[in-house]
């Protein structure tokens, strides 16, 4: 394969669907072929797995192993229609999240057996992998207070995630800047805390050596 796979990571609330859409568009004008895509979705397949898994039928309970294996299911579509093919087109392929948030969502956040979750996503992703992982870094009383900004300005409802409480993203936060530790090879950790302009020039100085 000769593209190049570029994974967005964070907490919610911390900008990865604003900067990965102004990256896919410099790169867009600097005429690299791009593929931006998301998790869970991305696929026709996935996106009804993210339905279900964000707000499941009224009065049903997903548990966290369901929505461990859901994420996967999703993930192993993505992978086998979308990324595969467009990096052996030699595209560059952004994807916003992929298994380092099942890691920390599904693993440290509802603290499932972490031994488990890495058997889980092993199936799903066998030998795909990104190339560089950029994790939008924001303190959790920051994603507090933007998301309940966002959902002000949409009338968004409250998705499973949103209701699992402040611990629970406190377990996420910290899992993620465990996983940037333990791989910083791949790992480029981005101030996220700051105007979107400048989040979006310290993501290019990270993606251009890359590239």
Request: proline share 4%; glycine share 6%.
């Amino acid at each position: 394969m000769s593209g190049i796979f570029i994974t967005f990571e964070g907490i919610e609330g911390c900008g990865k669907t604003t900067q990965i859409k102004r990256l896919a568009n410099r790169l867009d004008s600097l005429n690299h072929n791009i593929t931006l895509t998301r998790e869970p979705g991305g696929t026709d397949i996935g996106e009804a797995i993210r339905e279900i898994v964000k707000h499941p039928p009224e009065g049903a309970t997903i548990s966290a192993h369901t929505e461990l294996l859901l994420m996967n299911a999703s993930r192993t579509q993505l992978i086998q229609q979308i990324i595969l093919p467009a990096l052996k087109k030699g595209n560059t392929v952004l994807c916003d999240r992929f298994y380092d948030s099942t890691l920390a969502y599904q693993g440290y956040g509802r603290q499932l057996d972490l031994n488990k979750v890495h058997k889980a996503i092993e199936l799903a992703i066998e030998n795909t992998k990104p190339n560089l992982t950029l994790l939008l870094d924001i303190p959790l009383e920051v994603s507090t207070k933007r998301v309940k900004e966002r959902q002000l300005k949409s009338n968004e409802t409250n998705d499973q995630f949103d209701r699992s409480g402040e611990l629970f993203f406190k377990r996420v936060l910290d899992g993620f800047k465990t996983l940037a530790k333990a791989e910083p090879e791949r790992f480029q950790v981005i101030n996220a805390n700051q105007h979107p302009d400048d989040v979006s020039n310290e993501i290019w100085q990270v993606v251009k050596e890359k590239i």
